[in-house]
Structure formats: structure tokens, C-alpha cells
């Protein structure tokens, strides 16, 4: 899997939508993805590209009290399985950590389990919180301590 994992650009933001069902399937997570993320937080939110377009993406941020949050994770149908997603989640921690971050956190809902597979196997601790994204809405909440 030849790619290079570099700053995403709203033009890298264009095609990952132009391109939304083979990330995301028969899911429509098209209104997660806000220029405004890659445009002010630019430096955490990275792609995957290569010859044949972006294999893969991670959209997030640092917060002012030390969290690396990953917005949205996402491996083009081509890309799964080949380590992409443990890629993405490495340069992002590194870029999260010069930027002060102690912590990583995410999100998914209840009912994706591939996302919580991955991320426990990323060393994630996992637990549902009720009404997270409002009532009714639990999310399952990972969070992990970056080691100095």
C-alpha cells in the first residue's frame, strides 16, 4: 500500500466527498465533514493519497485542555485491512502530541462495531454514554492516554 499520509486541503475534502460511498458505504455522514475543520485545524486533519486518489482520511483537532479528538476516520473499500486506519491514527497522534495533546478521544455509534473493534485494537478504552448526542442518542466513547 504505497501512499503518503500529508496535510489534507479543502480540495482533499471535495474529492473525499465526491468519492463518500466507497468510505462510508450506504451511510450518509456528508454533513460531518465541514470545510471549517481542514481549514482552521488544518495541521491535524491528514490524508492518505496516492496514485489512484485518497486511500484514506482523519479530520481532527487539539483541544485547549490536551485531547487529540479524531473527528472522522475513514479507509477507502480498497484500503481496509491493510493497516491504513493504524497509519492515519499514528501521524495524527504525533501532530496531536506537538500540540500539547496528553489524551486522543472518539466517537461512534452504538451500533458500529467495526469502528469499536478497531479502535479497542488501537488500545482505546470503550464505554457507551446515554443520550451523548442527545436524548435517546447514546455514542460509544473512546478515550486513551498518550504516554510521555
Not at 496535510?7 to 468519492?19: G, I, K, N, S
Not at 495541521?43 to 485547549?64: E, H, N
Not at 478521544?105 to 478497531?118: D, E, L, P, Q
Request: aromatic share 8%; charged share 25%; with cysteine.
Amino acid at each position: 500500500m504505497d501512499c503518503d499520509i500529508v496535510t489534507a486541503t479543502v480540495a482533499d475534502l471535495h474529492q473525499v466527498l465526491d468519492d463518500h460511498p466507497r468510505y462510508w458505504g450506504d451511510r450518509d455522514l456528508r454533513a460531518l465533514h465541514q470545510p471549517v475543520i481542514v481549514r482552521e485545524f488544518g495541521s491535524t486533519c491528514l490524508v492518505a493519497r496516492a496514485a489512484d486518489g485518497i486511500r484514506g482520511y482523519l479530520f481532527g483537532f487539539v483541544t485547549p485542555d490536551g485531547t487529540g479528538y479524531v473527528h472522522l476516520i475513514a479507509t477507502r473499500d480498497d484500503a481496509r485491512g491493510s493497516g491504513l486506519g493504524r497509519r492515519l491514527y499514528e501521524a495524527f497522534t504525533a501532530r496531536a502530541r506537538q500540540q500539547g495533546a496528553v489524551r486522543l478521544k472518539a466517537i461512534t455509534s452504538v451500533t458500529n462495531h467495526g469502528s469499536v473493534a478497531f479502535h479497542r485494537g488501537l488500545g482505546f478504552a470503550a464505554r457507551t454514554v446515554e443520550d451523548y448526542d442527545g436524548p435517546g442518542r447514546p455514542r460509544v466513547v473512546f478515550t486513551r492516554t498518550l504516554e510521555p
